[in-house]
């Protein structure tokens, strides 16, 4: 990760202590670690922090490290995500304190790490995650369960709609005849389902063999009453009519012979989409235009291995969740491996970076899967 750390840690905080305010790393992307010469300079250093009032603090936690904060850039507020090392969900700010945190109990869990686990926070405060294997839960604030709805047949992406029902998925080892995407009341009764075999024709190939046969990882319904589907293993991206039917396909194969789309999502008053490729694909992060498919903006980082989820940012920037390689670039030596999250400009600076600096990934695809930013 590109980071620049202007002292060790005992001195900052001593100096933070002195000037009144918490520490935070200075804001850079030079990734050559320089360190302060002056006592002068570090204090300079926190001064330029200018820590918002606005922001809410929390405590620091031993895994996260901050390498990169650019207050002026940054789209300031708090991140969401899971850390699946403990299967805990955590809300940050952008010093990556710890504001708020939730540990799903044992019985709503299947697998000892919860595989693809989506959690958003809904307009009303509450905190809604899909569980794979399990079921969908609704929590407020304090973790009490608000509604939840049982289906083994769950995995990756979760969504309350505007008319109050949950739309949901199951890719993770799928089978031909599955239903792929579901939509679901809040009295549990389904309303309407999406099969890819009833569009797609079955073929055992390693290609579709993958953790399931198309291994669904993503849905959106859009305000026409479409729906946007991810097909990882078919490295396409279809929008469905409510009778099912495929009105558009967005291929991806074209960035390469293994591209594994994840999180596509259409922004309509941009009439974009933006989405994460994988392996083969040059670019971690592509924005095409809805109608011509043409890349209007495409983003690679050249440490990152995976690239699992991204999101526009309000002030343009985007939110990308990833791996970084550790700086060998080797695909089959990957114990130095670290989960991240970068904030980048539409010209591409990163602007705020978190990272796990306690536990690399090794082979597995990140400790990190989707997060989301919601602004003060």
């Not at 840690?9 to 002056?38: F, Y």
């Not at 505007?162 to 009295?187: H, M, P, Q, R």
């Amino acid at each position: 990760m590109r980071k620049k750390p202007y002292w060790i840690l005992g001195v900052v905080l001593v100096i933070g202590l002195l000037a009144g305010i918490g520490w935070v790393t200075k804001k850079t992307q030079t990734p050559v670690e320089e360190p302060v010469e002056t006592i002068a300079e570090v204090a300079e250093v926190v001064a330029e922090a200018e820590i918002s009032s606005e922001m809410p603090r929390g405590t620091t936690h031993p895994s996260f490290e901050i390498t990169v904060y650019d207050e002026n850039q940054a789209y300031n507020g708090t991140t969401l995500f899971v850390d699946t090392r403990d299967n805990i969900i955590y809300e940050v700010n952008m010093l990556g304190e710890v504001i708020w945190e939730f540990t799903p109990p044992d019985e709503w869990l299947v697998y000892k790490n919860i595989i693809g686990l989506d959690v958003e926070k809904l307009e009303n405060g509450n905190v809604l995650m899909v569980i794979s294997g399990s079921g969908i839960y609704e929590i407020d604030s304090s973790g009490n369960l608000i509604w939840s709805h049982s289906d083994p047949d769950v995995s990756h992406d979760v969504d309350r709609l505007e008319n109050g029902n949950t739309l949901y998925i199951f890719g993770n080892n799928d089978e031909a005849g599955d239903a792929n995407v579901k939509e679901v009341t809040s009295a549990g009764e389904l309303v309407w389902e999406w099969k890819a075999s009833d569009h797609y024709e079955y073929v055992d190939t390693d290609q579709f063999a993958a953790q399931g046969w198309t291994h669904v990882n993503g849905a959106q319904r859009l305000s026409d009453g479409t729906t946007l589907i991810s097909l990882r293993n078919f490295y396409k991206s279809v929008i469905v009519d409510g009778s099912g039917e495929i009105v558009r396909e967005y291929d991806w194969a074209s960035f390469g012979a293994n591209v594994d789309p994840h999180e596509p999502q259409i922004y309509e008053d941009e009439e974009m989409l933006l989405v994460c490729l994988q392996n083969d694909s040059p670019y971690e992060a592509v924005q095409i235009n809805l109608e011509t498919e043409e890349i209007e903006w495409a983003y690679n980082h050249p440490a990152f291995r995976t690239a699992r989820d991204c999101d526009r940012l309000p002030n343009g920037n985007t939110l990308i969740v990833g791996v970084n390689n550790g700086g060998t670039g080797n695909a089959v030596d990957m114990m130095d491996d670290y989960s991240v999250m970068v904030e980048v400009t539409p010209d591409k600076e990163i602007v705020w970076a978190l990272k796990i600096i306690d536990e690399t990934v090794g082979s597995k695809p990140g400790w990190f899967y989707k997060a989301e930013r919601f602004g003060l």
